[in-house]
């Protein structure tokens, strides 16, 4: 076979030229062998997505019609607070929270109730006016006085507003609250008052109040002493010293420690006396026959304990207010 010898000395051509050579369309490599020319990475023509790992049953695409979602604005209107006001205005959430409210506060009245005698209470607190200045006079002039006995109604006494000789607890109460205002202009009136020091002082006298009570009720305890007093019957009798201690800071103001001694060692005596003949009925009952030398000894060392500590504690909670 014959050759030209021009066609040998020609230029050779390229057997690689990148602008010549030919790559399908459709063809798939792996994504590590996707050959680069020229340093760019050829486009396939088609985009294979992202493998994503399974919902394993799990519907997690958006709820588009669900009504709790704030969808196209369906949302608003569920979430808004007029619905929540239309909600709480059916009946029967109304009647499940009237239910529910009312089972809750007969709970909480029950646990209440285990540890404060409510009902008690009640008969302490039934005063009226007349009942108020009766006591009070009853208070500061005891020696005028003949009837010292409680009356009953079908085994159960009188309640204050109809009984004077009975005890209350409202006349305590409203005295141990004055006596904390009576000390603060006391000491007003000396540049020495400061809200702290009406904290420390009301602190103070509730902690020797409950001392008191339960020196007594251990006594009593003790004593084996059967009577018919109550453990509020001998806070009521001891909250009585308040009144003492207010008129004698009362007076105190314009006497100074002449006015207040005198007014101290007066309802001292008072009170003492007060208490002696209203406890020797509740603690020694008359016409009893069971009752032997002995007890009535120890019921009479009661009461003169009882009524001898209130002087004491009346001077103790008031002398360094002067």
Known sequence: MNYS??????KPKRLVDPSNVFIPQNTYM?????????????????????????SYGFNTAPMQNSPYLPNEGHGEQYLSPEFATQILAQPVVTNMAVQYGSALVGTGKQQFERFVPVTALK?????????????????????????????????VPLQPR????APDMYIPTMAFLTYIVMAGLVLGTQERFSPEQLGILASSALAWGII??????????IMSLDTSLSTLDLLAYCGYK??????ALLVSLLFRKFG???????????????????????????????????????????ILFVAGIQPILMWWLSYHLL
């Open 162 to 165: 109809y009984e004077k000789n």
């Open 5 to 10: 010898s021009s066609a040998r000395r020609g």
């Open 30 to 54: 792996p994504k590590q062998q996707v050959p680069t020319i020229n340093g760019m990475v050829p486009e396939y023509g088609f985009n294979v997505p992202e493998q994503q790992p399974p």
């Open 212 to 221: 008191e009570l339960l020196v007594h009720t251990v006594s009593h305890y």
């Open 260 to 302: 207040y001694y005198v007014i101290l060692l007066y309802f001292s005596a008072s009170l003492a006396f007060f208490l002696m003949r209203s406890l020797k009925l509740r603690v020694i009952p008359q016409n009893h026959g069971s009752y032997t030398a002995s007890d009535n000894k120890r019921r009479l060392y009661f």
């Open 123 to 155: 008969y302490y607190f039934a005063v009226d006016t007349n009942y108020v200045f009766t006591k009070l006079a009853l208070l500061f002039f005891p020696f005028v006085h003949k009837d010292w006995s409680v009356k009953y109604e079908q085994d």
């Open 242 to 247: 308040y009144v003492g201690i207010n008129a």
